[in-house]
């Protein structure tokens, strides 16, 4: 069965640094990996999306990569803002109907 | 991109009650959709696929019985969370795919979700 895991499980940055959150999953037949963004009682945006067959996607200050071969996913918001603080989800495919296996998440927050 | 509508954003009800969710793609057909739950501090956990004309696959534990799942059409799936207690208090979404959209290698789009219902029991 699909494990997803995510490290860490919250961050606390300061305004304009760099962000990095990891994603692992166990097994690498996923169809692809998907980010989402959770504010706190809220629902689901989906912030990227990665084809198993691709590296890496790209939008805005959001870049996310994605290793089969090591079962990694990992993405970095640039400059963050105190509007980046939330919950990051990651979510591995592991169905062509769009099953999802959820991570736990990453709490972030942003401090001014 | 695909929508996904979810109604209602919020219910509260007496234990022994039942409440029923309504998921809706509305500008797509879904054959298939995804119902989660997420409890507070949680991370989502997929309950069942729900299947268009056939019975919901629930996952393991999900009560079948409690959690009824009707797929009646292309763009609506209900989840009935019959008996209700407090311990069902949860936020619950669902999710759906559409079909018709494929990239050019034909990989997997992405699962659209609905706003989530914020289910309290009392």
């Given at each position: 069965k699909q494990e997803v895991t995510q490290i860490p499980a919250a961050l606390s940055v300061p305004e304009g640094e760099n962000l990095v959150l990891n994603c692992s999953f166990t097994d690498s037949a996923i169809y692809n990996l998907q980010w989402f963004r959770q504010d706190p009682g809220k629902g689901l945006t989906s912030l990227l999306l990665i084809q198993s067959s691709q590296r890496e996607q790209t939008s805005g200050r959001l870049n996310a990569s994605l290793d089969k071969s090591s079962g990694r996913s990992t993405l970095y918001i640039a400059a963050?803002?105190?509007?980046?603080?939330a919950t990051y989800l990651c979510a591995a495919s592991t169905d062509s109907w769009g099953k999802l296996q959820f991570g736990a998440g990453t709490q972030v927050v942003v401090t001014p | 991109g695909a929508v996904v509508s979810q109604h209602p954003s919020w219910v509260i009800c007496k234990s022994g009650t039942s409440v029923k969710i309504e998921c809706r793609s509305l500008d797509f057909q879904a054959t298939t959709m995804f119902w989660y739950r997420q409890f507070p501090k949680q991370s989502l956990m997929l309950m069942a696929t729900s299947n268009e004309g056939s019975k919901a696959t629930y996952e393991q534990g999900v009560e079948k019985d409690k959690f009824l799942i009707n797929h009646a059409s292309l763009t609506l799936s209900t989840l009935t969370v019959t008996s209700a207690h407090p311990e069902d208090s949860s936020f619950y979404i669902c999710s759906a795919r559409d079909p018709q959209l494929s990239y050019r290698d034909l990989g997997v789009t992405e699962a659209f979700f609905g706003q989530g219902t914020r289910l309290t029991v009392v």
């Amino acid at each position: 069965k699909q494990e997803v895991t995510q490290i860490p499980a919250a961050l606390s940055v300061p305004e304009g640094e760099n962000l990095v959150l990891n994603c692992s999953f166990t097994d690498s037949a996923i169809y692809n990996l998907q980010w989402f963004r959770q504010d706190p009682g809220k629902g689901l945006t989906s912030l990227l999306l990665i084809q198993s067959s691709q590296r890496e996607q790209t939008s805005g200050r959001l870049n996310a990569s994605l290793d089969k071969s090591s079962g990694r996913s990992t993405l970095y918001i640039a400059a963050s803002q105190p509007g980046d603080s939330a919950t990051y989800l990651c979510a591995a495919s592991t169905d062509s109907w769009g099953k999802l296996q959820f991570g736990a998440g990453t709490q972030v927050v942003v401090t001014p | 991109g695909a929508v996904v509508s979810q109604h209602p954003s919020w219910v509260i009800c007496k234990s022994g009650t039942s409440v029923k969710i309504e998921c809706r793609s509305l500008d797509f057909q879904a054959t298939t959709m995804f119902w989660y739950r997420q409890f507070p501090k949680q991370s989502l956990m997929l309950m069942a696929t729900s299947n268009e004309g056939s019975k919901a696959t629930y996952e393991q534990g999900v009560e079948k019985d409690k959690f009824l799942i009707n797929h009646a059409s292309l763009t609506l799936s209900t989840l009935t969370v019959t008996s209700a207690h407090p311990e069902d208090s949860s936020f619950y979404i669902c999710s759906a795919r559409d079909p018709q959209l494929s990239y050019r290698d034909l990989g997997v789009t992405e699962a659209f979700f609905g706003q989530g219902t914020r289910l309290t029991v009392v």
